[in-house]
């Protein structure tokens, strides 16, 4: 039997066993549906019972509006779903609606009953109102009954004081989409009637606040779908689950219940609304992209990154050096803690840095943090990348299929479970054997390039019970990467030279997560991963040469193995025990294990017999742990200020060494106006884990190594102060200063510096060597973003001026020098306009100061024009003896500055399918060959290196193609 293919079938059944009837069930349509029933002296709860156990469609409803005695019995035959609820309800004050799957039961007159009319007047009031106006005019004894329609401000907060006092009250509940059942993290829920009372829904999509109790007004908010107004009256603890309608649909929302007692509940929508789309007290430098932000900036030859598409933030800086990805003000790549599912990822990079690892197709949601840094995330010290993947549509099956220039992917979605489990599986894979020739050295006669990259990911939730989900999350990604370079000259000496480079780099990452509400105040997630990452390279040299009519054969081969792998246990808690206090405190510890194997082989051969044969290996392992617990707390001072408190224990366990630092943060908000905010925070963040890239920056030869007890963590003073302003109703704009000390710093010695290598064996394997602590350095500079998020045209315009200073004892004599990464001026502007729902065009426009770099005397002469690298105040020391190389000082050149312009046009159609998405555009639109990155070339006699500037992508065209079907 071949079990394969059995494996094929089943799995191949499955899915049309989900996928049939469903399909059916939705062309058919609930209420057309024929049924047959027979209910007698029931109560309306129980004949409801009975009708969703026979048709399998199910009602929503708050049970205390449900008549208590009223009995039903009826007998119907083939008749449909329609006939039945009308028959049910007969008799009765309630009315049905059905919305999607869901009959939804409400009270003919709830609205007018029991909830404040919105403050806005209504654009055309029904006749019923005006005729009551009128007459309840000429009774000059009685106020007007219908004033708070036409008035512009909202309901008291008090009632009158002939009145008990109101008791607070609890709403919390999850928000969601309403097609696809996704948790919606970060959206916005805001007590219209108290403004700076609010909060936002967490990772799992949950929210709780507190109001007093009695008629309120809330505004739900979240990117991409339509802003909502939730009147209520409230006569104790509420939950709810919201289901939202994208931008895009009509302004619906749907309440589900999830607790059995509920007060009455209704929404509509204001898109007119001014209130500022942020919860307030992380307005400061944070940053949200949803999916749908993603797929409309340009992209780089058609692909969608979330790395790429963050760059255009000020004081970030996406670099495509094989490094990390980012720069954020002025920290290094290793200093961005960069999260998928809460899990640390250490190289987020496909392809040498120009795309990420995360399939923009799978990414719900991207969460940059660059100051501001709260309690729960830890042992970083320039910035938290959050990743939240998408659960997997819950109500019926779906995906895409993507296909571009550089990579084809595709993803699947769907229950297993209808509103119970859901599954998504998202896959991509490289082809870029087309563009190989933007990376050959054709100084070369033959040249042989591949490069391959892959990711996957995968996702199976399930929901054990209304406040129980259990998920588990998987993802493999990585790089295949080979380069043979063939020379072959006719000089009587030299007959051939071939080199060989090979590079294997990638991720594995595994979870489990279970949330958990526990009673009505708390909500527990807790996850167990594993977490698996290898970086190996090796290089291979051979060499034949004439020598006096004998032929010598030299072979050099080196490789390099490095891997990281963590089990770690974490637990967070959302607590609110107070009406102005929402706490989170929980803890997590993580299992190190780091191993380094490397060898080096050195042979010479005279007409084959060996002359000299050398060999070094090298292997290590270091095991560590990571135990940290923090607590924060979001207190709301009074109606103008609020404060978020926390403190974060760490401690670091290596060897025969213990470090532990205690880790405070510290924001306060001001809220001045509806619109105007004032902003202050201060952070102290340790890290215990450093990053070294071998060789040159442009090839990820990465080594992670930990803290030991030769080598202290680092540590930051991050302080930043900012405002954020509404302008009008579509512009937003945010203006930051911060102001950043580090200490315990960690640099990588270069090969020319000879006070720093051993004089007796400079060229030492091992990862220890060349390492230089005790560094200091000095982040500082101002921000400032303008952004249009709503409408038809949408703009980002960003700027920063940045400073980034480092001071080493052993570097440049002690004396200050500017970063690898400073970079003086950043300016974005990025434009999108779209003309119909068929067509849209965006482009992106970015200018950068250069890196500085270090550079002697010798390595100049190589360049044309010197001028355009040296400092103006920065001179090469030489001296008399041409033998020796210069001084160095470093850091004492800058590229040039760069800058490019990408433009995209996208054409969308509809089928009956599904929707496609083309996309065409133009990468450096105007050929702008900007240096990346300086490569140093240590194949010379000597200490000295000859360098070689390595240039971004030419003019380019980026063409892709993606269909959605199923949603």
Wanted: hydrophobic fraction near 35%; charged fraction near 20%.
């Amino acid at each position: 039997m071949d079990i394969k293919a059995t494996i094929r079938f089943f799995v191949f059944s499955l899915f049309c066993y989900w996928m049939l009837p469903s399909h059916l069930y939705a062309q058919s349509g609930p209420m057309k549906k024929k049924i047959s029933i027979r209910i007698k002296n029931k109560t309306l709860p129980q004949a409801i019972k009975q009708l969703e156990r026979k048709t399998q469609v199910y009602f929503s409803y708050d049970n205390s509006l449900l008549p208590a005695k009223h009995i039903v019995n009826l007998e119907v035959k083939e008749g449909n779903l329609k006939e039945v609820c009308l028959l049910l309800l007969k008799g009765t004050n309630m009315k049905y609606e059905l919305v999607h799957d869901k009959i939804i039961l409400q009270q003919k007159k709830q609205i007018s009953k029991t909830i404040a009319p919105p403050p806005a007047p209504l654009l055309k009031p029904p006749r019923n109102i005006s005729t009551k106006k009128k007459a309840v005019r000429k009774k000059k004894a009685a106020p007007p009954p219908t004033k708070p329609i036409t008035t512009t401000k909202p309901p008291p907060l008090r009632p009158p004081p002939t009145l008990t006092p109101v008791s607070p009250c609890k709403i919390s509940g999850y928000l969601v989409d309403h097609k696809t059942g996704e948790k919606l993290v970060g959206a916005n829920i805001v007590l219209r009637t108290q403004h700076i009372t609010g909060t936002s829904s967490n990772n799992a999509g949950f929210f709780s606040l507190q109001v007093p109790s009695g008629k309120q007004e809330l505004e739900i908010s979240y990117i991409g779908y339509k802003r909502l107004l939730f009147p209520l009256e409230l006569k104790g603890d509420t939950a709810l689950e919201f289901r939202l309608h994208p931008n895009l649909e009509l302004p619906v929302v749907e309440i589900s219940p999830i607790t059995p007692q509920l007060p009455s509940a209704s929404a509509s929508s204001d898109s007119l609304n001014s209130i500022m789309d942020t919860t307030h007290l992380d307005a400061l430098s944070v940053y949200t992209l949803t999916q749908n932000d993603l797929s409309k900036l340009p992209t780089i030859l058609g692909e969608s990154d979330v790395i790429n598409s963050i760059g255009v933030l000020p004081g970030v800086l996406s670099s495509q050096t094989g490094d990390g990805g980012m720069r954020v003000r002025g920290g290094s790549p290793d200093q961005n803690l960069i999260l998928l599912e809460g899990i640390p990822v250490y190289n987020p990079t496909h392809f040498f840095g120009f795309f990420s690892i995360f399939n923009a197709d799978a990414v719900q949601q991207a969460q940059l943090i660059r100051g501001n840094i709260p309690a729960r995330f830890g042992e970083r010290l320039s910035s938290i990348l959050n990743i939240q993947l998408k659960e997997g549509n819950n109500r019926h099956w779906g995906g895409n299929i993507h296909t571009g220039l550089i990579s084809s992917k595709v993803l699947v979605e769907g229950p297993i479970w209808k509103n119970k489990s859901s599954l998504m599986l998202a896959a991509r894979m490289s082809h870029l054997q087309p563009f190989s020739g933007a990376f050959q050295n054709f100084d070369f006669e033959e040249v042989i390039f591949n490069h391959v990259f892959y990711d996957l990911n995968a996702r199976l939730t399930h929901r054990l019970s209304p406040s129980s989900k259990l998920s588990f999350s998987f993802f493999k990604g990585g790089d295949v990467y080979e380069d043979e370079q063939i020379l072959e000259e006719e000089e009587p000496n030299l007959t051939a030279f071939q080199e060989n480079i090979g590079l294997d780099w990638g991720n594995q990452i595994a979870s489990f997560h279970l949330e958990q509400q526990i009673g009505k105040q708390l909500l527990g997630q807790f996850s167990i991963s594993d977490n698996r990452y290898n970086n190996f390279s090796n290089q291979s040299y051979y060499q034949n040469t004439y020598f006096y009519n004998d032929l010598e054969t030299y072979k050099f081969e080196t490789y390099f193995n490095t891997n990281v792998h963590d089990i770690a246990l974490k637990a967070d808690i959302d607590y609110i025990w107070h009406p102005k206090h929402y706490t989170k405190f929980g803890g997590n510890i993580t299992f190190h294990n780091f191993s380094f194997d490397s060898l080096e082989e050195e042979e010479v051969y005279i007409d084959q017999e060996e002359l000299y044969t050398y060999e070094l290996p090298y292997f290590e392992e270091l095991q560590a742990q990571s135990r940290s617990i923090y607590i924060e707390n979001d207190w709301q001072i009074n109606s103008k200020f609020k404060l978020n408190a926390g403190l974060r224990l760490s401690s670091f366990l290596v060897e025969n060494e213990t470090y532990t630092n205690l880790q405070p943060r510290l924001s306060l908000w001001y809220q001045a106006t509806k619109k105007l905010g004032f902003k202050a925070a201060y952070s102290r963040m340790s890290q215990y884990l450093h990053l070294l890239t071998l060789n040159t920056p442009g090839l990820p030869f990465q080594i992670w190594f930990p803290s030991n007890e030769d080598l202290a963590p680092m540590l930051s003073h991050h302080f930043v102060f900012g405002i954020h302003t509404q302008l009008g109703k579509k512009w937003t704009l945010q203006s930051e200063v911060y102001y950043k000390n580090n200490q315990n710093l960690v640099e990588r010695a270069l090969i020319d510096d000879e006070e720093v290598w051993e004089e007796d064996n400079p060229f030492v394997t091992q990862w220890e060597a060349g390492i230089i602590q005790e560094g200091k350095g000095w982040d500082y500079g101002w921000e400032c973003l303008l952004e249009k998020k709503r409408g038809k045209t949408t703009a980002l315009m960003s700027y920063a001026l940045a400073w980034s200073v480092r001071q080493f004892e052993r570097i440049n004599e002690n004396k200050r020098y500017y970063n690898s990464f400073d970079s003086r001026h950043q300016i974005s502007l990025s434009l999108q306009h779209q003309f119909s729902k068929h067509f849209d065009v965006a482009a992106l426009w970015t200018y950068r100061t250069g890196f500085p770099f270090t550079i002697d005397f010798y390595q100049l002469e190589e360049f044309e024009n010197e001028d355009d690298f040296l400092e103006e105040n920065w001179e090469l020391e030489d001296d008399d003896d041409d033998t020796t190389p210069p001084i160095l000082s470093r850091n004492n050149a800058r590229l040039p500055n760069t800058h490019r312009l990408d433009i995209s046009v996208n054409f969308h159609h509809f089928t009956k399918w599904g929707k496609g998405y083309l996309k065409f555009g133009l990468y450096n639109i105007y050929n702008k060959r900007n240096p990346l990155y300086i490569e140093r070339n240590y194949q010379t006699t000597g200490r000295s290196s000859i360098l070689k500037s390595k240039d971004d992508l030419p003019l380019l065209p980026e063409l892709s193609y993606q269909f959605t079907f199923g949603n």
